[in-house]
T-cell receptor, first 115, second 117 residues
């Protein structure tokens, strides 16, 4: 069975500071990894995903995540956060390449960016 | 593109009543939709996979008679919580599967918060 652990339920940071949101997973098969973001009162949006190839994946708004198979991790990072990055972030794994089948989610990390 | 809506966004009901939640794909057709449930401070848990024109596939431990799913059209799936009780209070989120760039993925609705008194 697959599982996802997000170690931090809440992460408060100041604007322009770097941030890392941690995600570890367990699975007995090959997995595909995702980060979703949920802004207040909105649905989940795909932020970035690792399917294959380069272990470092990037989003259009400056986030990046690195797949580390030996450590079974997929931590999300951003070198300088903005107020607008305040949201809840969910790490997820799937056995299907696009995440089109069952997604197993972590509990989420609430990122709060303060001025 | 790929917008998924849910209605209502919040609902409060009395114990014993039934509540219907709608999930719509607004600008695409979805043969498959998923229903998730999220408890406070917990993960989203997949409840069932809804397939247009056929019976839903429920995850282990989810009561199919309690959570009725109907996917009658390519743009609408409904989840009915029957004889709701306080322990059914939760955040229910749907998603729809769509192919984008040759890859199938899920797009999520904004969720429905259910409170059963």
């Amino acid at each position: 069975a697959q599982s996802v652990t997000q170690l931090d339920s809440q992460v408060p940071v100041f604007e322009e500071a770097p941030v890392e949101l941690r995600c570890n997973y367990s699975s007995s098969v090959s997995v595909y990894l995702f980060w979703y973001v949920q802004y207040p009162n909105q649905g989940l949006q795909l932020l970035l995903k690792y399917l294959s190839g380069s272990t470092l994946v990037e989003s259009i708004n400056g986030f990046e995540a690195e797949f580390n198979k030996s450590q079974t991790s997929f931590h999300l990072r951003k070198p300088s956060v903005h107020i607008s990055d305040t949201a809840e972030y969910f790490c997820a794994v799937s056995e299907s390449q696009g995440g089109s089948e069952k997604l197993v989610f972590g509990k989420g990390t609430k990122l709060t960016v303060n001025p | 593109g790929a917008v998924v809506s849910q209605h209502p966004s919040r609902v409060i009901c009395k114990s014993g009543t039934s509540v219907k939640i709608e999930c719509r794909s607004l600008d695409f057709q979805a043969t498959t939709m998923f229903w998730y449930r999220q408890f406070p401070k917990k993960s989203l848990m997949l409840m069932a996979t809804s397939n247009e024109g056929s019976k839903a596939t429920y995850e282990q431990g989810v009561e199919k008679d309690k959570f009725l799913i109907n996917h009658a059209s390519l743009t609408l799936s409904t989840l009915t919580v029957t004889s709701a009780h306080p322990e059914d209070s939760s955040f229910y989120i749907c998603s729809a599967r769509v192919a984008r760039g040759g890859l199938e993925t899920q797009y999520f609705g904004p969720g429905t918060r259910l409170l059963v008194l």
